[in-house]
């Protein structure tokens, strides 16, 4: 009886360690709570490859209205983002990145301070972000499909920072996932 359950426990071991090797996965990567300010943009780097597939960085544009510290994204080389109507989209677990959705290199800032003579008050769709994702397609070769993914963030109003926890993508490309 005992050899039979050993048995059994090396057959679960050798067939969860074919599984991770599965070519259709999740590829996780920790970006180490990375912030992002005024003096440190940052350019993530998602397959490790020395090009830069998104940047993150900060404006500063002063018009009539006052000055406004904007919080950039930008996807570099071929790479989208999943928006609506040039805002990106704020996605929560449970949430789907599709092939389907609406995806492009042009958006809105993430957030805003603004500055007037009057008031200081922040904007935009991303400015209380707590642990929520950024729907992305990447181009990773090529010669093949996007692959689609997320980079987890929050937003730090008081220190006026964007911090980036972490990101993951599907290793197959053309495949959707749930967050
Ligand atoms: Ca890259």
Redesign the pocket.
């Known amino acids: 009886m005992r050899t039979i359950t050993l048995f059994s426990i090396v057959l679960l071991t050798i067939s969860c360690q074919d599984e991770t090797i599965s070519p259709d996965k999740i590829i996780y990567k920790d970006l180490g709570n990375i912030t992002v300010d005024y003096y440190n943009p940052y350019r993530l780097?998602?397959?490790?490859?020395?090009?830069?597939?998104f940047v993150f960085s900060t404006s500063l544009l002063n018009n009539a209205s006052g000055g406004h510290l904007q919080f950039t994204f930008y996807p570099a080389l071929a790479n989208h983002v999943y928006a609506h109507r040039d805002e990106v989209v704020v996605l929560n677990p449970g949430d789907r990145i599709s092939p389907d959705y609406d995806y492009t290199k042009w958006i809105q800032p993430l957030a805003t301070k603004t500055e007037s003579d009057t008031e200081i008050y922040w904007h935009g769709a991303w400015m209380n972000a707590s642990n929520q994702y950024i729907g992305v397609r990447i181009k990773l070769s090529s010669n093949e499909d996007y692959h689609y993914g997320w980079i987890r963030v929050s937003f730090d109003k008081a220190n006026e920072r964007l911090i980036l926890h972490d990101l993951a993508y599907h290793s197959k490309a053309g495949e959707g996932m749930v967050i």
């Open positions: 780097d998602v397959d490790g490859d020395g090009n830069g597939d």
